[in-house]
């Protein structure tokens, strides 16, 4: 895909007032809704037939859930990166999301422009995760009453542990940047790619069962 192309997307949500909504505004920034999709089902033929960039995934469907969905796209349809949009913020969801195949994981609760930023960051092989997410997560990973994978064979970067060390301090993403000399944008990038390390960390620690 060309840079100078329009990202090519599949919206797959049961709600369909929010799903035309989110269309809507999607079109009108530009993108390419190719599919859309009230169920796992229908959401794995709609990527199947249009190869989208980047499917936009509701986790709790009717039918097969989007995790399935997910699994099963990421596996049968690698090129195809799933951004997951849910009102769910349990850590339980993040983790099986993100063990599923997920890049990102988005609250419907944020504004649209976190969900593009999202969609850009998937297309463009990057995380992306609500900083809603982020952060309490990554604090409560780094309590050592928590069983939680040995930090020192989870490979991240040296900027990533700063990262995570400053967060774990309480600090918030300005703060951090101000410290470190980035931008908010930057930190958030880094917390999204440690929580998706770390919550694949965990899953192998426990042997593949999961947080």
């Given at each position: 895909?060309?840079?100078?192309?329009?990202?090519r997307?599949?919206?797959?949500?049961?709600?369909?007032?929010?799903?035309?909504?989110?269309?809507?505004?999607?079109?009108?920034?530009?993108?390419?809704?190719?599919?859309?999709?009230?169920?796992?089902?229908?959401?794995?033929?709609?990527?199947?037939?249009?190869?989208?960039?980047?499917?936009?995934?509701?986790?709790?469907?009717?039918?097969?859930?989007?995790?399935?969905?997910?699994?099963?796209?990421?596996?049968?349809?690698?090129?195809?990166?799933?951004?997951?949009?849910?009102?769910?913020?349990?850590?339980?969801?993040?983790?099986?999301?993100?063990?599923?195949?997920?890049?990102?994981?988005v609250?419907?609760?944020?504004?649209?422009?976190?969900?593009?930023?999202?969609?850009?960051?998937?297309?463009?092989?990057?995380?992306?995760?609500?900083?809603?997410?982020?952060?309490?997560?990554?604090?409560?990973?780094?309590?050592?009453?928590?069983?939680?994978?040995?930090m020192?064979?989870?490979?991240?970067s040296?900027?990533?542990?700063?990262?995570?060390?400053?967060?774990?301090?309480?600090?918030?993403?300005?703060?951090?940047?101000?410290?470190?000399?980035?931008?908010?944008?930057?930190?958030?990038?880094?917390?999204?790619?440690?929580?998706?390390?770390?919550?694949?960390?965990?899953?192998?620690?426990?042997?593949?069962?999961?947080?």
């Amino acid at each position: 895909m060309s840079l100078q192309e329009p990202l090519r997307v599949v919206v797959a949500d049961d709600h369909p007032y929010y799903r035309r909504g989110l269309i809507r505004s999607l079109r009108a920034r530009g993108f390419e809704v190719v599919g859309e999709a009230p169920n796992g089902e229908a959401a794995i033929r709609a990527v199947e037939e249009s190869a989208p960039d980047v499917v936009v995934m509701d986790l709790k469907m009717p039918g097969m859930s989007g995790f399935e969905a997910t699994r099963q796209l990421t596996a049968r349809v690698p090129a195809t990166r799933v951004l997951v949009l849910s009102v769910s913020n349990d850590e339980e969801d993040v983790s099986e999301a993100l063990m599923a195949g997920a890049c990102g994981y988005v609250l419907k609760e944020s504004p649209v422009d976190e969900v593009i930023a999202g969609i850009r960051a998937a297309a463009s092989g990057e995380s992306h995760i609500s900083q809603a997410i982020t952060t309490p997560l990554l604090r409560r990973m780094r309590e050592p009453a928590d069983v939680r994978p040995d930090m020192a064979s989870v490979r991240l970067s040296d900027r990533e542990r700063e990262v995570l060390d400053l967060l774990a301090r309480g600090e918030d993403d300005d703060e951090i940047a101000e410290t470190l000399g980035m931008s908010a944008e930057s930190v958030r990038r880094h917390a999204s790619s440690i929580l998706t390390k770390l919550v694949h960390a965990a899953v192998r620690a426990s042997g593949g069962r999961g947080p």
